[in-house]
C-alpha cells in the first residue's frame, strides 16, 4: 500500500477486534499521504465482530460492580468505546480529502493509540477470566459517525470535541469505582488513556477551529447549531475542567459547556 489515507481501510475493514487493533499499530505512520483523492466507500465499513451482541444503551445492566463480572463488564465498556475510536479515526483519515497532510498523520497517530490502549484493556481483561464481546455494547459512537459522515466539521465537532470529551469528564469517577473496586490495574491503564485521550481532544480542537476559520466561522455559536441538527447528546455535569483546558477548549466555550447545567 502506497497511500497513508487508502492504506486506514485495510484494519477499518477487520472484523475481528484484536486483528483490527494489531493491524492499526502495523500501519506505516511514513507512507506518503494523497490528500487530494477522493476514495469510493467500499462495503463493510466498519468491520465487526459477532460479539458482543449490540443493543439499545438504555438497556444495558451490567452486574453490580462489587461482583468480579460487574469489575470485567466495566473494563469490557471501555475496551468497546476504545474500539470504536480505532475506526472513528481511521475512518476520518480516508473519507474526508483536502485538509493539511498534518491532519492525516494526527488520525493516524491517534488511531494506533487507541489500538494500544483497546490492547491494554483486552489483555487486562484476559487475566479477569474474560474476553472482548463477552458483555452487550451499544453502537452510540458509530452511530455518530454515520450522521456526520458527509460533513467533517460536524464529524470533528461532535466526536472528539463531544463524544471524547465526555471520556475526560468520566474518567476520574469509572476510574474511582475500579480502584475502589480492587482493580488497581485497570486504574493504572485509566490514567495513561485519560493523559492520551486529552491530546485526542487536543487535536480535535486544533482541526476544528482550523476549519471555522477557514469557512469563516464562529467556533461557539457554530457547535452549538451542529450538535441541535446531529442530535447530538445533551452534555452533563460534572466536567473535568483541568483536562478539557489542557486539551484546547478556551474559557468561552466552558462557559457555553456551564451554561447547559
Known amino acids: 500500500m502506497s497511500d497513508l489515507r487508502l492504506a486506514t481501510l485495510g484494519p477499518l475493514l477487520i472484523a475481528d477486534a484484536p486483528a483490527k487493533a494489531a493491524a492499526t499499530l502495523a500501519l506505516d505512520a511514513a507512507l506518503p499521504v494523497d490528500a487530494a483523492a477522493v476514495i469510493d466507500e467500499p462495503a463493510g465499513i466498519p468491520g465487526?465482530?459477532?460479539?458482543?451482541?449490540?443493543?439499545?444503551?438504555?438497556?444495558?445492566?451490567?452486574?453490580?460492580?462489587n461482583t468480579?463480572?460487574?469489575?470485567?463488564?466495566?473494563v469490557h465498556a471501555i475496551a468497546h468505546i476504545e474500539l470504536?475510536?480505532?475506526?472513528?479515526?481511521?475512518?476520518?483519515?480516508?473519507?474526508?480529502?483536502?485538509?493539511?497532510?498534518?491532519?492525516?498523520?494526527?488520525?493516524?497517530?491517534?488511531?494506533?493509540?487507541?489500538?494500544?490502549?483497546?490492547?491494554?484493556?483486552?489483555?487486562?481483561?484476559?487475566?479477569?477470566?474474560?474476553?472482548?464481546?463477552?458483555?452487550?455494547?451499544?453502537?452510540?459512537?458509530?452511530?455518530?459517525?454515520?450522521r456526520t459522515k458527509h460533513d467533517l466539521l460536524a464529524r470533528i465537532a461532535l466526536v472528539p470535541?463531544?463524544?471524547?470529551?465526555?471520556?475526560?469528564?468520566?474518567?476520574?469517577?469509572?476510574?474511582?469505582?475500579?480502584?475502589?473496586a480492587g482493580d488497581r490495574q485497570a486504574g493504572a491503564i485509566l490514567d495513561l488513556i485519560l493523559r492520551d485521550e486529552?491530546?485526542?481532544v487536543?487535536?480535535?480542537?486544533?482541526?476544528?477551529?482550523?476549519?471555522c476559520e477557514q469557512r469563516?466561522?464562529?467556533?461557539?455559536?457554530?457547535?452549538?447549531?451542529?450538535?441541535?441538527?446531529?442530535?447530538?447528546?445533551?452534555?452533563?455535569?460534572?466536567?473535568?475542567?483541568?483536562?478539557?483546558r489542557a486539551a484546547g477548549f478556551d474559557e468561552a466555550e466552558l462557559a457555553a459547556l456551564a451554561s447547559q447545567r
Request: overall charge positive; some cysteine.
Open 48 to 65: 465487526r465482530p459477532q460479539r458482543p451482541r449490540l443493543v439499545a444503551h438504555t438497556t444495558l445492566k451490567p452486574p453490580p460492580l
Open 68 to 74: 468480579a463480572a460487574g469489575v470485567a463488564a466495566l
Open 84 to 146: 470504536n475510536a480505532i475506526d472513528l479515526a481511521l475512518d476520518i483519515c480516508w473519507r474526508f480529502p483536502g485538509m493539511p497532510e498534518a491532519f492525516y498523520r494526527d488520525w493516524l497517530r491517534i488511531a494506533q493509540e487507541e489500538a494500544t490502549h483497546f490492547t491494554l484493556l483486552r489483555d487486562h481483561l484476559l487475566t479477569l477470566g474474560f474476553d472482548y464481546g463477552d458483555f452487550d455494547a451499544h453502537n452510540a459512537l458509530w452511530d455518530m459517525a454515520e
Open 161 to 180: 470535541r463531544t463524544l471524547e470529551a465526555r471520556g475526560l469528564d468520566a474518567s476520574p469517577g469509572v476510574r474511582a469505582k475500579l480502584v475502589g
Open 198 to 200: 486529552i491530546g485526542h
Open 202 to 211: 487536543a487535536a480535535g480542537n486544533r482541526w476544528y477551529r482550523f476549519l
Open 216 to 244: 469563516g466561522l464562529d467556533p461557539v455559536a457554530t457547535y452549538a447549531d451542529l450538535a441541535r441538527r446531529h442530535q447530538a447528546p445533551r452534555l452533563r455535569a460534572p466536567f473535568n475542567l483541568e483536562a478539557r
